[in-house]
């Protein structure tokens, strides 16, 4: 068997799943670039620790809970959990909170059976809202800034992670049949922040392009919780993109998980009312 007969024979989850481990990896070394040997040996072993975690984890949810949940769909979120975490965070109880709220979200927070939220978005929001209220988490809530990685080449930092993003853009989301839901949040995302500075005030234009780009090829398009027809696919992008934009604008703290977060919940009121 060759190498295209196996990689075709890879369903979505398993090319996304590579996706996020390269972009990981890329996280890794960029610690032990810019930050140095022993910041790039905490973030990689904290990485090592939480996929443990989370495989532990995932077999009591599964036992007790739901036995229906596929282990693979569980090891991507927790890729995404790590490239939002920040490297320079050395208490790891947040790291294993994180993939703890990570599971309930998964498992528990439902109503008729169907997820409510996005589990990864539920976990950074509620981690962010944590922060604000009890001391020992009083760190920088968890934001996308994490998956802005630059590495320093000929004097200037470079955002080599665009390439695999932009690649899960065009490849990934096309095969569950999300570009119309991906491609018009993310250009009318980045057009409002070109014109109105609105995202993550304090950073640069790359740090907006990725993000953008990470949200519209990884996030937002996740299955459970977003549109299915292509043309609530088209209202749901757009409306998202204004609706985070507005809150950036006034300065509403990780604006973009809040913004998450609240479509999640009218999406579902939405579905609920007409699946009746």
């Known amino acids: 068997m060759n190498i295209k007969t196996q990689f075709n024979k890879l369903t979505t989850y398993h090319h996304f799943l590579v996706f996020l481990i390269i972009l990981t990896v890329m996280k890794i070394a960029n610690v032990f670039i810019t930050e140095g040997f022993e910041a790039g040996i905490h973030f990689a072993g904290l990485g090592v620790g939480l996929i443990i975690i989370s495989s532990l984890l ?26 939002m975490l920040s ?44 922060a604000l209220f009890v001391p020992f988490l009083g760190v920088p809530p968890m934001d996308f800034t994490g998956i ?6 000929m004097g200037y930092q470079v955002p080599l992670p665009l390439l695999p993003i932009t690649l899960a853009l065009v490849f990934n989301v096309k095969r569950i049949r999300k570009y119309p839901l991906a491609f018009s949040y ?49 209202v749901y992008g757009v409306l998202m993109a204004v609706f ?3 809150l950036s604008l006034f300065k509403v703290p ?23």
């Open 87 to 130: 490297h320079a965070d050395p208490e790891p109880v947040r790291g294993v909170l994180v993939i703890l709220l990570l599971y309930v979200a998964k498992f528990i927070v439902k109503y008729k059976k169907q997820n409510i939220f996005n589990p990864v978005i539920f976990t950074i929001g509620v981690i962010t809202l944590l």
């Open 148 to 153: 802005d990685i630059r590495f320093p080449i």
């Open 186 to 234: 993310s250009i009318v995302s980045l057009i409002i922040g070109y014109f109105t500075g609105a995202y993550e005030q304090g950073v640069d234009i790359f740090t907006h392009i990725i993000i953008t780009m990470f949200i519209g090829a990884a996030v937002i398009v996740e299955p459970k919780t977003s549109p299915n027809i292509p043309k609530e696919q088209l």
């Open 58 to 83: 995932h077999l009591l949810f599964t036992k007790f809970v739901d036995k229906k949940k596929k282990y693979l769909h569980s090891l991507i979120s927790t890729f995404l959990i790590v490239l």
């Open 254 to 276: 990780n604006a973009i998980v809040v913004g998450l977060l609240i479509s999640n919940v009218v999406y579902f009121i939405y579905v609920q009312k007409t699946d009746k």
């Open 244 to 246: 985070i934009s507005g």
